[in-house]
Structure formats: structure tokens, C-alpha cells
């Protein structure tokens, strides 16, 4: 069974950090792109960062660019996201997803597998 689990969410002040971490289990995702997605209330889920499983290939969605980095420690099967320099229009839910194909990232329908969220919350 294909697991994704989130965690490192929670309320920071504008201008602070958090790490989001994704453990993955279940499953090899060497073929695999990792990514994260964030959804705030009323809005609908938008792409925020992705990275092969293999590989250096790393996007980022022009918002977050130059303040959140996305990374991978294999031998844990974790990736991370760390955020920097939060601002208050970064609050939503978190989550972590896997698709198989690099070229089909920013699309969050063709995901294959979904982690449950964590929500981070900044305040102004």
C-alpha cells in the first residue's frame, strides 16, 4: 500500500521558516516525480514545487521561486520543502504527490498518489 505522509506544518510568523517533510513508503519512485501542492480555502490546488525521484531536475512555481527549495534524502525515502521568508499568502493545506511522468508535474488530476496535507498557517 502506497503511503505519503506529511509533516513540519504549522502557525509561523511572516518572514519565518518551516520544512515540510514527505515520507514515502509502499512503493519504489525512482521513475517518479515528487511534488508538492498547496491549497488555501476557496482557491483551487496549485502547484508549488517538483523534483525527480532520480535526478537534479527541480521546478518551482514562479511564487515560491528563490524562497522554497524542495529536496530528497533517498536513502530516508523522504523529500522535503523547505520554505523561507513565509508570507501570509503562503497559508494553505500542504500536500505531497507523486506522478509518473516529469512532464506532467503542474497538473495535479494526473497525479497518481496524494499524502493526506499539513497545513501551514502565517501570520502577518
Known amino acids: 500500500q502506497v503511503q505519503l505522509v506529511e509533516s513540519g506544518g504549522g502557525l509561523v510568523q511572516a518572514g519565518g521558516s518551516l520544512r515540510l517533510s514527505c515520507a514515502a513508503s509502499g512503493r519504489t519512485f525512482g521513475s517518479y516525480a515528487m511534488g508538492w501542492f498547496r491549497q488555501a480555502p476557496g482557491k483551487e490546488r496549485e502547484f508549488v514545487a517538483a523534483?525527480?525521484?532520480?535526478?537534479?531536475?527541480?521546478s518551482y512555481a514562479d511564487s515560491v521561486k528563490g524562497r522554497f527549495t524542495i529536496s530528497r534524502d533517498n536513502a530516508k525515502n523522504t523529500v522535503y520543502l523547505q520554505m523561507n521568508s513565509l508570507k501570509p499568502e503562503d497559508t494553505a493545506v500542504y500536500y505531497c504527490?507523486?506522478?509518473?511522468?516529469?512532464?506532467?508535474?503542474?497538473?495535479?488530476?494526473?497525479?497518481?498518489?496524494w499524502g493526506q496535507g499539513t497545513q501551514v498557517t502565517v501570520s502577518s
Open positions: 523534483m525527480r525521484w532520480a535526478g537534479s531536475s527541480t
Open positions: 504527490a507523486a506522478v509518473s511522468r516529469w512532464a506532467l508535474i503542474s497538473m495535479p488530476d494526473r497525479y497518481d498518489y
